[in-house]
């Protein structure tokens, strides 16, 4: 009898464990912002770990992306929630970075002028939060059927690392190609927008809203006469950064 009670406690404390580990699950908190919840399947020490979500997904990460390792309650979600607490975002928080954007401004001021053109920024990300780079453009102004290449440096700065962050950039250069009539010297392009991550992707789209500033020499009065003045516009651009 002492046998049959001392095995079905056995039985019982057993029963309790494997409930309280199916009731557990590994989390993993990356460094930049993202959580990860599911069963670690595999672990190399200091180098990295493999992860699989309820839902399958199977994701690798390096140690030095990972801010730290816990074990918490499985908490029960509808589908929709957990399937989105499964997507990560695979942006990198530092190296290099690239940003396209597509953009068109409206002009303002006495020489206002309308344009658009497209952006490429080769730069580099020093943290979640703070990146320079150096960009290249092609501008045109259909008014004055002007054409730029302007070369510029980039600043960015975001402050925080949520899927949806808002962030500020300045541009800073000038066109090292024109085909306007007169000269042409610096612009700055400061702009404010919302940065907005993809699950499962290393691709971001920004939008933004902007003041281009370009200084321009104008010709007048037949040539007899030169005006040195900036043209204003209000911008909005678009693109992604990867």
């Known amino acids: 009898m002492k046998k049959l009670f001392l095995l079905i406690t056995v039985l019982i404390a057993t029963s309790s464990m494997i409930v309280a580990q199916q009731n557990y ?3 993993v908190y990356l460094k ?15 180098q990295q770990l493999k992860i699989e979500t309820a839902d399958g997904n199977v994701f690798v ?7 730290k390792l816990m074990r918490e309650p499985v908490v029960v979600m509808k589908k929709t929630t957990a399937s989105h607490t499964s997507s990560v975002s695979r942006e990198k928080t530092k190296g290099y970075v690239g940003i396209i954007d597509a953009f068109y401004g409206i002009g303002v001021g006495d020489y206002a002028e309308n344009l658009f053109g497209v952006t490429m920024v080769n730069g580099y990300r020093f943290n979640p939060y703070f990146s320079l780079g150096v960009g290249v453009g092609l501008k045109y102004y259909p008014d004055s059927e002007t054409t730029m290449v302007p070369v510029f440096a980039d600043l960015r700065a975001t402050f925080t690392r949520k899927n949806i962050t808002p962030f500020v950039a300045l541009g800073i250069g000038a066109p090292v190609i024109s085909d306007a009539v007169g000269s042409v010297g610096f612009f700055f392009n400061p702009h404010v927008g919302a940065h907005f991550r993809l699950p499962d992707s290393k691709i971001g789209l920004n939008v933004s809203v902007g003041y281009e500033m370009q200084e321009a020499t104008i010709i007048e009065n037949q040539g007899y006469s030169q005006v040195t003045t900036s043209h204003g516009a209000v911008s909005l651009k678009v693109g992604f950064s990867f």
């Open 25 to 27: 699950q590994d989390v």
């Open 32 to 46: 930049n912002g993202s959580v990860i919840r599911g069963v670690i399947t595999e672990q190399i020490p200091n």
């Open 61 to 67: 990460f390096q140690f030095s992306e990972v801010e």
